[in-house]
DNA sequence: ATTCTCACG
DNA sequence: ACGTACGTGAGAATA
C-alpha cells in the first residue's frame, strides 16, 4: 500500500473504487475507458488490466487481489468456523434461474483456487482423521451439452474422438493440423467456446483476449461455419423463445424470458443471450442434481462412512473414509457418467488428495 | 440499502 | 444505430 501512496504521491483509501478513480483518471491522467452506472471512472480488472504498464496499476491489481482473499476467505471464513471445527455452508435449492444450486453463510461454491494466494486458502480445507477427499468433476459439461441440443456434427465428433475440444476447435477455425496448434491459438479458441455459450459478440471477445474487434469477428465467423449446427441452433433457440416466451433444459425445466419484448434494445439483447445459455447451464445443472442423488442414496445403501459434503456445480466433493477410496470412486464414476445419454460421452476427472487443493 | 468489485463454475 | 459474455454470494465503501 505504501508503494501505491508513494507513486501517487498521495494517501488514499484504495479501496473505494471512487477516490481511487480520481487518483488514477483525475490526479495522473491515465487513459480512462469505462464509466460504471452511477458515472463515475470504472477501475475493475478489465480496465486495470490494459493499464498494467503502469507500474502503479499493476501494484494495485496485486493489492485488491490480496485484500479480497483476506477480507473474503482468510478473515471471513474464521468467523464461519462451528464448534465441531467444520464450516457449514447452506446450499439453496430455489434462488438460481437456470436450476443450479447456490451456496451462502459462507459460500463454499467460491473457494479460490486460480491465484498461488488462493490455493494456500483452499489447501486449508482437510478431511477428518482417517478420511481423504475424492472428488470428480464432469470434463466440458456444457460444450458437450452444447454439441447435443445443437446437434452439431463437427462437435459430437471431436467428443467422440476424445480430442482436446479448445485444441480441436483451434486446428479447425484457423485451419491447421492439430499438432500445429499453437498456445495462442489454444487460448484464442478456448475464449470463443465459452463466449460462445454465453452469446458472444466481436466486441467482448476482443476485449476479453486483447485483439482487434476485427480479428475477434473472424473467429466468431469462422467458428459458427465449421460448427454451422450451432450457429442454427443458436437461431432456432431465440427464434423459440420469442415464440414461446420461455426456454427449456433437457429435462424441461423452463426459464421465461419476458426480456425479449422489453422496449429497450439492450434488455432484448441481453434476453437472447440468456435464451442460449439458459438451456445449457440449466442442463447441466440438471445432470448433475440427479447425479448427486444417485452417489447420496448409493452411499447411504452401501452404509460407507463416506460422506457428500460439496457441491460446485460440475463437481461433487465426498469426504470418503480410506478404507473406502476406490468404491467411493466407482460410485463417483459410474453415476455422474451415466446421469444422462447425452449424444456424446459424459467423461468424468477423478481425484483424490488430503485438502481441497488438487495436486 | 445500493453500488462496485471480485471470488468461483 | 444500438451496446456489448451466462449464473451466483460476499465484503467494503457510500449514501
Ligand atoms: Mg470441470
Redesign the pocket.
Known sequence: ASDIFDLAGMTF?I???????NVLFEELKLPKS?T?????????????EKLKMYPIVDKI?YY??V???????A???L??ISSDGRIH??F?QT????G?I??????L???????EI?RKIRKAFIPEEGFTIVSG??SQIELRILAHIAQDKNMIKAFLDNEDIHTSTAAKVFSIPLQEVTKEQRYAAK??N????????????S???NVS?KNAGKYIKDYLEHYSGVKEYMERIVKTAIENGYVKTIYGRR?YLPELSSP???VR??GK??A???PI?GSAADIMKIAMIKVYNELKTKKLKSRLILQ????LVIETSIDEIEEVKSILLHNMRDSFELSVPLEIDLSQQNSLLKG
Not at 312 to 315: F, G, N, P
Open positions: 483509501n479501496n473505494s473504487p471512487k477516490q481511487l478513480g469505462k460504471n452506472a452511477s458515472g463515475g471512472y470504472s477501475t475493475s480488472v478489465d480496465v486495470l491489481l485488491r487481489t485484500s479480497k482473499l483476506y477480507s473474503t476467505y478473515q471471513g471464513l468467523s464461519a455452508s447452506k439453496k434462488v438460481t434461474a437456470t443450479r447456490s451456496s451462502t453463510d459462507p459460500n461454491q467460491n473457494i479460490p483456487i486460480r491465484t488462493g468433476d464432469y475464449a470463443v465459452f463466449g460462445i455459450i454465453y452469446g458472444i459478440s466481436d466486441y467482448s471477445l476485449q476479453d483476449i474487434v426459464r429497450k434494445h439492450s439483447e441481453f443471450r440468456v442460449l445459455n439458459a447451464q460446485v456445480h460440475d463437481e
